[in-house]
């Protein structure tokens, strides 16, 4: 019984450590013009931030609206690294990936939004992921933020107190 304990323990320990952290490093807020932005703050050095997704999760969706953001998934080109502050609704142009136009949240269910920092192998063709940054939101935490106010971890803060915030979680 002792030796099926241990074991149960091991066996725990083991596949605990298969899965890379997740890291509250996902800022959401009001751009200068209203529109929808996101704030990716990897660790000080990071290495390259391999991919970048936007995923809308609900019961029920707003599927006969096409403005609705549905999400998507972009890889950015090798020379991105550091803090980064993209559009929610799209990657931008120079990233590999496809996005379906929106232009607005749905009430819906939540928004998950992450990165992955790793490297990338080729043979065979993966990522090997150090860690993820990760942001979830609902549309009606961040529709009423204050240009220059983030919705992170829960809460909004500025700036600064994002970035105190993902200095304190690396």
């Not at 800022?27 to 704030?39: S, Y």
């Not at 990522?127 to 609902?138: A, L, M, N, Q, S």
Request: aromatic share 8%.
């Amino acid at each position: 019984m002792l030796w099926s304990a241990g074991a149960a323990v091991a066996l725990a320990l083991l596949t605990a450590g298969c899965s890379p952290p997740e890291l509250q490093l996902v800022a959401v807020g009001q751009g200068p013009q209203g529109e929808l932005r996101a704030l990716l703050r990897p660790c000080s050095g990071a290495a390259h931030m391999e991919e970048v997704s936007i995923q809308h999760i609900a019961d029920e969706t707003d599927g006969a609206d096409p403005e609705v953001l549905d999400g998507w998934s972009a890889r950015p080109p090798r020379s991105v690294t550091g803090e980064l502050e993209i559009s929610l609704y799209a990657p931008p142009q120079n990233w590999h990936g496809a996005a379906q136009p929106a232009r607005k949240l749905s009430a819906a269910g939540f928004y998950s939004v992450d990165f992955v920092i790793g490297r990338q192998e080729t043979q065979p063709r993966s990522i090997v992921v150090k860690y993820r940054g990760i942001g979830r939101f609902e549309a009606a935490d961040v529709e009423g933020l204050a240009p220059g106010q983030w919705w992170a971890d829960g809460k909004v803060m500025s700036r600064t107190q994002f970035r105190e915030h993902t200095d304190d979680v690396c």
